[in-house]
């Protein structure tokens, strides 16, 4: 049981280290890409066009319980090796590990009056897998810990999902304090690994020592694989199929979904704007390669029994399977996408430079996972913009981060994380931050003379020019 608790602890180590993500970004309002975190946010421009394949990279991992350091550790002077024990005694009762990888493979915006429209092709995958530390106590240690009570061990899932997102996005200057953004996401499934919470008791006798455990399970997968019985039907094997058509595989389109995203930003006065924004609403439906697989059962296993097992590993396993042995079907299934919750204010400090704040929550298996990001934000004349922010989240300090947008001419280039210390000590980070990329600015100096025409890159952020607008009038 120790090496399955390895496994499954140092797999998800390797991808480790989520929920701060884009904080720095959402209140760099003269950045082209701060419209993927709010829709209402227009460009300073006429055209923006994306690099293909390099327009906007992210790359984002996050782990409330430990990083990579906490579960490997050095000995015998260089030698590295595996010890979950002190990172799952530190663990809560659930905890969550995730990451993200998103591809920008084609971004256009235009902006026209006082419209905004986008359209945007964009490959992401993300994993999000929560952890029972009950659960892993078991597996690594056995029933020591659990003598004389109930245990839940509820709670272990794993979610991962591959998907091809095509985005039309329209924002628009409302008045003279309001802009408002929407942006419909047409969603195409590639792979994915569901559960259901997997629900688990355990109670073990303070007196016989006698073993009861019983549980339920509910895996789905979208995936090209291979499933082996034996002649009772029992699962002997799981894999990858052999020759998958990657380019099938890529091209996929049956498993459809839609989401949404709905933004705005409101000016309160002249100095203070509001910003929220509502991403991720939606979900998808699963249709090929599709199998679910349930699981539930009892075990009552006296001491010596169990004794005898652990010294049979081999027989052990067969009667776990025999119990537990999954019944399969190939039905259909849906997924929600991960909703994420953005609200934002910042004050002009002077023409070039304002502060704010930025709170950031997502909703996963009905648990919040919240961080609260300061920042300040400053434009250079009209070919750079840059940012230093602190979050507090995840029971670590060190969360610095920054964010570059340069304008060379017609081209565009932006890099921003939001804990800039975690790439000098990868091994200790719990959040590692990324995203960058190259597009392209086109027609940034033609003055409007249409009243509440927006300002060109590098001015500070309005929503119309301050000698143009109506005087400010408090309600």
Same mark, same amino acid.
């Given at each position: 049981?120790?090496?399955?608790? $390895?496994? $499954?602890?140092?797999?998800?180590?390797?991808?480790?280290?989520?929920?701060?993500?884009?904080?720095?970004?959402?209140?760099?309002? +003269?950045?082209?890409?701060?419209?993927?975190?709010?829709?209402?946010?227009?460009?300073?421009?006429?055209?923006?066009?994306?690099?293909?394949?390099?327009?906007?990279?992210?790359?984002?991992?996050?782990?409330?319980?430990?990083?990579?350091? +906490?579960?490997?550790?050095?000995?015998?002077? +260089?030698?590295? @090796?595996?010890?979950?024990?002190?990172?799952?005694?530190?663990?809560?009762?659930?905890?969550?590990?995730?990451?993200?990888?998103?591809?920008?493979?084609?971004?256009? *915006?235009?902006?026209?009056?006082?419209?905004? #429209?986008?359209?945007?092709?964009?490959?992401?995958?993300?994993?999000?897998?929560?952890?029972?530390?009950?659960?892993?106590?078991?597996?690594?240690?056995?029933?020591?810990?659990?003598?004389?009570?109930?245990?839940?061990?509820?709670?272990?899932?794993?979610?991962?999902?591959?998907?091809?997102?095509?985005?039309?996005?329209?924002?628009?200057?409302?008045?003279?304090?309001?802009?408002?953004?929407?942006?419909?996401?047409?969603?195409? *499934?590639?792979?994915?690994?569901?559960?259901?919470?997997?629900?688990?008791?355990?109670?073990?006798?303070?007196?016989?020592?006698?073993?009861?455990?019983?549980?339920?399970? +509910?895996?789905?997968s979208s995936f090209p694989i291979d499933i082996i019985t034996n002649s009772e039907g029992d699962i002997e094997e799981v894999d990858m199929q052999d020759n998958i058509n990657w380019t099938k595989y890529a091209l996929n389109t049956q498993n459809k979904g839609v989401g949404l995203d709905l933004g705005m930003t409101y000016q309160i006065d002249e100095k203070t704007t509001f910003s929220a924004s509502l991403l991720d609403i939606g979900f998808i439906k699963w249709n090929s390669n599709t199998n679910h697989f349930h699981s539930g059962g009892r075990l009552d296993v006296s001491a010596d029994t169990f004794n005898e097992g652990l010294d049979d590993s081999e027989e052990m396993a067969d009667t776990?399977?025999?119990?537990?042995?999954?019944?399969?079907?190939?039905?259909?299934?849906?997924?929600?996408?991960?909703?994420?919750?953005?609200?934002?204010?910042? @004050?002009?400090?002077?023409?070039?430079?304002? &502060?704010?704040?930025?709170?950031?929550?997502?909703?996963?298996?009905?648990?919040?996972?919240?961080?609260?990001?300061?920042?300040?934000?400053?434009?250079?004349?009209?070919?750079?913009?840059?940012?230093?922010?602190?979050?507090?989240?995840?029971?670590?300090?060190?969360? &610095?981060?920054?964010?570059?947008?340069?304008?060379?001419?017609?081209?565009?280039?932006?890099?921003?994380?939001?804990?800039?210390?975690?790439?000098?000590?990868?091994?200790?980070?719990?959040?590692?931050?990324? @995203?960058?990329? &190259?597009?392209?600015?086109?027609?940034?100096?033609?003055?409007?003379?249409?009243?509440?025409?927006?300002?060109? #890159?590098?001015?500070?952020? @309005?929503?119309?020019?301050?000698?143009?607008?109506?005087?400010?009038?408090?309600?």
């Amino acid at each position: 049981m120790r090496i399955v608790t $390895i496994c $499954i602890i140092l797999s998800i180590a390797l991808i480790k280290t989520k929920a701060q993500q884009n904080n720095t970004l959402f209140l760099m309002h +003269d950045l082209p890409q701060s419209n993927i975190v709010n829709p209402s946010i227009p460009i300073k421009c006429k055209l923006h066009i994306a690099m293909p394949f390099l327009g906007s990279t992210h790359i984002n991992t996050y782990s409330t319980g430990f990083s990579f350091s +906490d579960v490997v550790e050095t000995y015998n002077g +260089d030698s590295l @090796r595996f010890n979950p024990d002190k990172a799952i005694h530190k663990f809560n009762n659930i905890e969550v590990v995730a990451t993200e990888a998103h591809i920008s493979i084609l971004s256009i *915006g235009i902006m026209h009056k006082q419209n905004y #429209f986008t359209f945007s092709i964009n490959e992401k995958v993300n994993t999000y897998h929560s952890l029972s530390k009950n659960a892993l106590i078991f597996a690594n240690e056995g029933n020591s810990q659990f003598v004389g009570k109930y245990s839940s061990m509820d709670g272990t899932r794993i979610n991962a999902i591959h998907y091809r997102e095509y985005a039309l996005g329209w924002a628009r200057k409302i008045n003279d304090y309001l802009n408002i953004g929407i942006r419909a996401k047409l969603l195409f *499934g590639k792979g994915n690994i569901y559960t259901k919470p997997i629900l688990a008791r355990l109670n073990t006798d303070p007196y016989t020592y006698n073993l009861n455990l019983e549980g339920v399970g +509910d895996l789905y997968s979208s995936f090209p694989i291979d499933i082996i019985t034996n002649s009772e039907g029992d699962i002997e094997e799981v894999d990858m199929q052999d020759n998958i058509n990657w380019t099938k595989y890529a091209l996929n389109t049956q498993n459809k979904g839609v989401g949404l995203d709905l933004g705005m930003t409101y000016q309160i006065d002249e100095k203070t704007t509001f910003s929220a924004s509502l991403l991720d609403i939606g979900f998808i439906k699963w249709n090929s390669n599709t199998n679910h697989f349930h699981s539930g059962g009892r075990l009552d296993v006296s001491a010596d029994t169990f004794n005898e097992g652990l010294d049979d590993s081999e027989e052990m396993a067969d009667t776990l399977s025999a119990i537990f042995n999954p019944v399969i079907n190939q039905e259909a299934y849906s997924t929600p996408l991960v909703p994420a919750l953005y609200t934002g204010i910042s @004050r002009d400090l002077n023409s070039r430079t304002n &502060i704010g704040a930025v709170f950031h929550t997502e909703m996963y298996q009905n648990r919040w996972h919240p961080s609260l990001t300061f920042s300040s934000n400053s434009t250079f004349g009209n070919i750079l913009a840059i940012s230093a922010s602190y979050t507090i989240q995840n029971k670590q300090l060190n969360n &610095i981060g920054m964010g570059l947008g340069a304008k060379l001419g017609f081209i565009y280039l932006h890099a921003i994380s939001d804990n800039v210390p975690a790439f000098f000590d990868l091994g200790k980070a719990r959040n590692i931050n990324l @995203r960058f990329g &190259i597009s392209y600015l086109f027609k940034c100096n033609e003055k409007s003379t249409e009243r509440g025409a927006l300002p060109c #890159f590098g001015e500070p952020y @309005r929503a119309v020019k301050t000698n143009t607008r109506k005087p400010y009038k408090k309600k």
